[in-house]
Every structure is written in C-alpha cells, then in structure tokens.
C-alpha cells in the first residue's frame, strides 16, 4: 500500500458524458502527478500539482482539466468523453519535485461505452 | 520532446540475471527513474539515478550513463515474483516525468 488513495476503482459511462476522478496523497506529499494508461500508448504524463499550484504539463488533452484544493487532495475531470479516453488513469504523488521518488495510487478504470 | 525507448519483451529463466536498457533522448535531463509494474496494478519505485555510474540495491542495480543517454536495469537471482513491466522514466530540463512503455520480463522456472 503506497498511501495513495483513488476513487473510484472502476468507472464505466457512455460517450459524451463528464467524470471526475479523486485522489488523496501521501501524508505529508505536496505534489500530485495524473497518469492516463493505455494498452498501446503506455504510461503518459498529464500533469503536476504542488501545493495547488499546477506545475508542470504533459500531454493533458484541452478536455481534460485538473486541480488540487488546500487540503491538498486532487481531481482529475474528463469532459465530453469519447472511446479512446477508455484506459487506467494514475494519480501520484511525491514529497516535492518531480526529481523524488513518486508512490502511485492503485489507478481508476475508466470504459466509455 | 522526448523519447524513450526499450525492448518490448524478454524471457529469462528462475535464477538468472537479465538486463533490461533504455535509450532516450530529452530536451535537457534531470535524472532517471526505474520502476516495476504487474500487471493491471501500480508503478513502484525501484531506483533513482541522476549521476553516471552504478547504482546497487540488492538484487536490483541501475546505471546511467548521461553522455550515451543510456541507462540499464540488472536484476539477479531472478524470482517468479520478478515476472512484470519494467519502465523506465526520464525526468526532463522542464522537470516533466515521460515512460517509455517498458519492458515485460517473464520468468519461466
């Protein structure tokens, strides 16, 4: 157990439609990183937060968007979804930069139907 | 932009030591990560190099070299729990965090 936590575990919804994923870091960890997952792309960086501020950006289609509140918990929304967007998405998180070490949550599985 | 490359896939037998490389390519490099996947479960670390040379953590060792753009992951006494994806990630001058998309290693007794 990496003390990442993320919800929901599973997530099924039909095109078009907007979810929200939840993730909750570490005790203590002040950054947040999202990861989408696919069979053929791999693992791709979407984008950093730390301490609420967004910090860095990947690969984040202008759908998606994301966001980390004071409490230091983040969501990672996906609106308007479309089949390609079927994948595991990763949340992450480190004490600070992106050069220490990152715990992953066990992921959300998401199927557009 | 970046680009990271490793071999898609290996077989090693129960015992034995495999090499797993990396390749890449990034504007600027501010070390290299290391980590193992099973299958439908999370990334976990295994090793962090920002400096040339070799690392060792038990039966898993990482070397970097900065100037080849190389790194590789040595795994010894191989166990069946060591079936899994092996990722290697590259940290970039603007501190963003790209994979390659790993290498699956499995091991046959």
């Known amino acids: 157990d990496s003390g990442v936590t993320q919800t929901p575990k599973h997530l099924i919804t039909a095109t078009g439609q907007r979810v929200t994923l939840r993730c909750s870091p570490r005790s203590g960890d002040l950054s947040v990183y999202w990861y989408q997952q696919s069979l053929d792309q791999g693992l791709q960086f979407l984008i950093q937060?730390?301490?609420?501020?967004?910090?860095a950006k990947g690969n984040i289609l202008e759908r998606f968007s994301a966001q980390q509140f004071p409490d230091l918990h983040s969501e990672l929304n996906l609106s308007s979804l479309e089949l390609g967007d079927s994948a595991l998405y990763f949340c992450a998180s480190s004490v600070g930069t992106s050069q220490e070490t990152q715990y992953f949550g066990p992921g959300t599985r998401l199927l557009v139907l | 932009g970046q680009n990271i490359d490793q071999p898609t896939e290996m077989t090693a037998t129960e015992g034995a030591i495999v090499q797993i490389n990396c390749t890449y390519q990034?504007?600027?490099?501010?070390?290299l990560f290391w980590y193992q996947q099973h299958a439908g479960e999370a990334p976990t670390f295994l090793s962090y190099n920002v400096l040339d040379g070799l690392e060792e953590k038990g039966r898993f060792s990482s070397f970097l070299s900065r100037s080849k753009g190389y790194s590789y992951l040595l795994l010894k006494e191989l166990q069946m729990k060591d079936s899994a994806s092996y990722l290697c990630?590259?940290?970039?001058?603007?501190?963003?965090?790209?994979f390659g998309k790993g290498n699956q290693v499995v091991v046959i007794p």
């Open positions: 990630a590259v940290i970039d001058g603007n501190n963003r965090l790209a």
């Open positions: 937060y730390y301490n609420g501020e967004e910090r």
């Open positions: 990034t504007s600027g490099f501010n070390g």
